[in-house]
């Protein structure tokens, strides 16, 4: 499969369902695309979402959320966590300029993150017998370079988080 990614800006892996690359810079599609099966690709622009609601209208649009989606976090949480609706076996949630995610609001921010982080994970499982974890849910988040390194960390941080 072809390769996405540069030398000079290679993608941060945090863990098999999330990725964070510099805008121009890329993953290798071998990390993201499964090898067999349909995929779903959303591609989302990080700038629309300025508030919660915004945010949730880019996802509810995006991913075709069912009716009864209660625009919250919880609910977000659930949609995210469940996407049978979608006629795919793997998705893929791309969110250009993610460092503008609702930047100014740290809360919702975190929870933002948190959220993917959790569906991510969620859809996670272990391949045996070669122990690799992979997920059926993979989020990139790409960022100008000058935000890679601090997205990136917040995220290892939830990482940590989960593990204590």
Same mark, same amino acid.
């Given at each position: 499969?072809?390769?996405?990614?540069?030398?000079?800006?290679?993608?941060?892996?945090?863990?098999?369902?999330?990725?964070?690359? $510099?805008?121009?810079?890329?993953?290798?599609?071998? !990390?993201?695309?499964?090898?067999?099966?349909?995929?779903?690709?959303?591609?989302?622009?990080?700038?629309?979402? $300025?508030?919660?609601?915004? $945010? %949730?209208?880019?996802?509810?649009?995006?991913?075709? %959320?069912?009716?009864? %989606?209660?625009?919250?976090?919880?609910?977000?949480?659930?949609?995210?966590?469940?996407?049978?609706?979608?006629?795919?076996?793997?998705?893929?949630?791309?969110?250009?300029?993610?460092?503008?995610? &609702?930047?100014?609001?740290?809360?919702?921010?975190?929870? %933002?993150?948190?959220? &993917?982080?959790?569906?991510?994970?969620?859809?996670?499982? $272990?391949?045996?017998? !070669?122990?690799?974890?992979?997920?059926?849910?993979?989020?990139? &988040?790409?960022?100008?370079?000058?935000?890679?390194?601090?997205?990136?960390?917040? &995220?290892?941080?939830?990482?940590?988080?989960?593990?204590?």
């Amino acid at each position: 499969m072809g390769e996405l990614m540069t030398e000079e800006e290679p993608a941060i892996r945090i863990a098999p369902w999330m990725h964070v690359i $510099t805008a121009g810079g890329g993953v290798c599609l071998d !990390e993201l695309l499964p090898t067999s099966g349909s995929v779903y690709v959303a591609r989302l622009n990080g700038q629309d979402m $300025t508030d919660e609601i915004s $945010t %949730f209208q880019q996802f509810d649009e995006s991913l075709k %959320f069912p009716e009864c %989606f209660g625009w919250n976090w919880n609910a977000f949480f659930d949609c995210l966590r469940d996407l049978g609706w979608l006629s795919s076996d793997h998705h893929i949630l791309i969110v250009d300029a993610a460092e503008s995610v &609702l930047s100014e609001d740290d809360a919702a921010r975190e929870e %933002f993150f948190r959220t &993917l982080w959790r569906a991510g994970q969620r859809w996670s499982y $272990t391949k045996r017998p !070669e122990g690799v974890t992979l997920s059926k849910l993979v989020v990139v &988040l790409s960022c100008g370079k000058g935000s890679a390194a601090s997205l990136a960390a917040q &995220l290892e941080s939830l990482e940590a988080r989960s593990h204590s």
